[in-house]
């Protein structure tokens, strides 16, 4: 009985593999000629490219998030964390071979976290340490607009905590993931104005079936074809998706469907609408759906691609790393280049960005 089930399974896990296979003719690969190493580049805690398809990496340099950085217990900085990071925190990098064109953003951030880039190549970060929200203009070193309160953790209008990432709506404006303490997603007008909000903190046995109970909403993307905001709920270990308001202004902020399932693949730290190939892809802490590969079982890659219905269409990986356990070890933030063949990976942990590409590539040796 036990070795029936057993083979049944196993056939299962190969039909699936096949299944994989056949729905991606092109297996991603990761791109030989691209790497950021050797480039003093710390934790990564966001990647985005501009119009020109430029590729800005939000990194910690050499002041990683440590248990001395807060205060314990408290979301308030410790005296060490207050000193911001002395050197550029941005790089722009070339995406064809990851090296570094320009960098910006030095005794500014405490503890970079998101980073986005508009349709006007206008650059927006977060910094969990300062609970602040910054707006870049392209070319700027100083921004333009700052919305939160310095070092100065909360929840009402003119305060956030530990805010996590933006994204951009219609006309200018903007929405917010804050964060990591109230788990709340907040419209803005163009000019920082609190236009509507909606999501509230909870963890216990059931917040992860309630749409609007969440457990640190870390990533925002916003698909404005179908006027959907996406929200990766790492700690619910899920990614859903609510309505725009822009289409049905009534229906701003309420639940509209589900892109990855509870527990589909772990803790998702990130979600990104992949405009070019009308996909999203996501980062997944690690997946609970194991394949097989030469009579093992593999766990998979860990950042996939959904159809916007929220299908699993593919796993964008190098099979060769995943087999030797290799490759990324946790994708904090990702996105796609511009025609939407490659995925850039940012890595916090081995602090480098790694790059997947679908394209047929000639590996050299
Ligand atoms: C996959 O990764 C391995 C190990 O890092 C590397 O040697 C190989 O060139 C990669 N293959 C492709 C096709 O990227
Ligand atoms: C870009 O700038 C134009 C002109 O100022 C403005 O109308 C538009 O809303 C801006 N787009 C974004 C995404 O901010
Ligand atoms: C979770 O917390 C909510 C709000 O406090 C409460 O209504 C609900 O009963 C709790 N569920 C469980 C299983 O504890
Ligand atoms: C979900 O979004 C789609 C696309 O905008 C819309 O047609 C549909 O009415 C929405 N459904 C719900 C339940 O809000
Ligand atoms: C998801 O996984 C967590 C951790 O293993 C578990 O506590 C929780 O019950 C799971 N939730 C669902 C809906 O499977
Ligand atoms: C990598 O560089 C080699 C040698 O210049 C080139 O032949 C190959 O096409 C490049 N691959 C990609 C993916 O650009």
Known sequence: MASTLKSLISLHLVISIFTILARCQLLPVEDPNFSTDGQ?????????????????????????????????????????????????????????TGRKKSSFGNNFFNIPHGLKIDANDTIWTTDVGRHQVFRFPKGATQPDLVLGEKFVPGDDERHFCKPADVTFGRNGEFFVADGYCNSRILKFSRDGYLLFKWGVHLDNATSALNPYTLNTPHSLTY??????????????????????GYTNGLSLGSYNRTLVGVNETGKVFAIYYNKAANEIVTAGEISREPFLVNGQLIYPPRAFSYSLSGQKLSSWANITQVVAKAGPSLIHDLCTSKDGQ???????????????????ISVVG
């Open 342 to 360: 490659d995925v850039f990976l940012g890595d916090i942990v081995q602090h480098k960005v790694f790059k997947y590409t679908r394209r047929p």
């Open 223 to 244: 698909i404005e074809k179908e006027d959907l905001i996406c929200v990766a709920d790492r700690e619910h270990s899920r990614a859903l998706c609510y309505n725009g």
């Open 40 to 96: 003093e580049i710390g934790m990564v805690s966001a990647v985005d490219i501009d119009s020109d398809g430029d590729l800005y990496v939000f990194h910690r340099t050499d002041r990683p998030w440590t248990d001395d950085t807060f205060l314990p217990n408290r979301n308030v900085l410790s005296a060490i964390g207050k000193v911001p990071i002395s050197k550029d925190t941005i790089f722009i990098v070339d995406p064809n």
